[in-house]
């Protein structure tokens, strides 16, 4: 069974969607969540613990910063394969002829090649990791001209969703949403969650490098605590700013709604367990006797990640007139109901 997508353009302030999917699909919902976290949240880890390395004067940090180099590299490389795959589809669609995509084909053309070239210049962040010894400040440079456009593309794609969804013209007053709209904590919250995934899946990176990254027990000592302490950190800040969301929702929709209640609860409670974890591994003498803790952690992170999207998918359903994207929430409600 395939998705069906429908769109219609009633109103300049009703969002046309209708998507229909098969209920073991959700079941990969995870899956493209990793790979838009690792192509988003691996590379400033890895420049930042460049950065780190370059103050302290110390390996380790630089070690880890060319460990996440590369699972931002593989990452980056998936992800712009499914992005080619989508675009082939695409352009075998009426979509690309549409009003939108003619109307904002700069728009749209910015917003992957920004991204674009900032994969183009990780590749050689990462390929240089053996000249960066000689060359620390170049090679750090090249780390921000990489993380730079991935940054402002993720801006240009958001700037993409207030005109699709919103209806508005770019020149509008009211293009901007006004400071208490639930538009700002949404846009606000994939940058630490992206981090936090990343550092999640990161921890399992040290274990499947184990034995090819051999640099003794002391730098996996400092590695996973360090990844842990990055996944704690950034956790904390999803939290509150899925306070801040429900703040600015709360007077306006019911949340307490079964089918949304009930997955932002999911979500809030997996991120929980897995700040535990990485608690455990963050404040251990031993952290890589920790395996458990460390594939619980990304693991759980993931399942937070799925289910705080299913929460505001819901809401969307609920609330937003012509938007229809069905969960598994009502047939999980009514199996354990």
């Not at 929709?253 to 455990?280: E, T, V, Y």
């Not at 619980?296 to 969307?316: D, K, Q, Y």
Request: net charge positive.
């Amino acid at each position: 069974m395939t998705g069906h997508l429908h769109k219609k353009n009633d109103t300049a302030h009703e969002v046309p969607m209708a998507l229909i999917l098969p209920l073991w699909a959700f079941a990969l919902l995870p899956l493209p969540l990793l790979l838009a976290a690792l192509f988003w949240g691996a590379p400033p880890i890895a420049l930042v613990s460049e950065l780190i390395g370059l103050i302290s004067g110390k390996p380790f940090p630089a070690r880890a910063a060319r460990q996440m180099s590369r699972l931002a590299l593989g990452g980056h490389v998936l992800f712009w394969l499914v992005i080619a795959a989508c675009m082939a589809l695409l352009f075998s669609h009426p979509l690309r002829q549409s009003e939108f995509v003619t109307g904002n084909s700069l728009l749209l053309i910015a917003a992957l090649a920004l991204p674009f070239f900032g994969s183009l210049a990780l590749v050689g962040y990462d390929l240089s990791w053996k000249f960066a010894r000689e060359r620390k400040a170049i090679h750090f440079l090249l780390g921000c001209v990489a993380n730079i456009p991935i940054k402002y593309g993720y801006w240009a794609l958001a700037g993409l969703g207030l005109l699709y969804f919103r209806g508005v013209s770019l020149d509008s007053p009211a293009f901007l949403p006004p400071w208490g709209s639930a538009l700002w904590p949404l846009m606000a919250l994939w940058l630490p969650l992206s981090l936090c995934l990343a550092a999640a899946v990161g921890l399992c990176y040290l274990l499947l490098r184990r034995d090819a990254d051999d640099w003794g027990r002391d730098y996996y000592r400092f590695a996973a605590p360090f990844l842990a302490k990055w996944h704690l950190v950034c956790g904390l800040i999803v939290l509150a700013v899925m306070v801040w969301l429900y703040a600015s929702l709360k007077g306006i929709f019911n949340l307490h709604l079964p089918q949304i209640f009930n997955a932002g609860l999911a979500s809030a409670a997996c991120l929980g367990l897995a700040m535990l974890l990485s608690l455990l591994v963050a404040v251990s003498e031993n952290p890589m006797r920790f395996k458990v803790s460390m594939v619980g952690t990304a693991v759980l992170s993931l399942v937070h990640a799925s289910m705080l999207l299913v929460a505001i998918l819901e809401t969307l359903n609920r609330y937003v007139p012509g938007w229809s994207v069905p969960t598994f929430m009502p047939d999980l409600l009514r199996l354990f109901g």
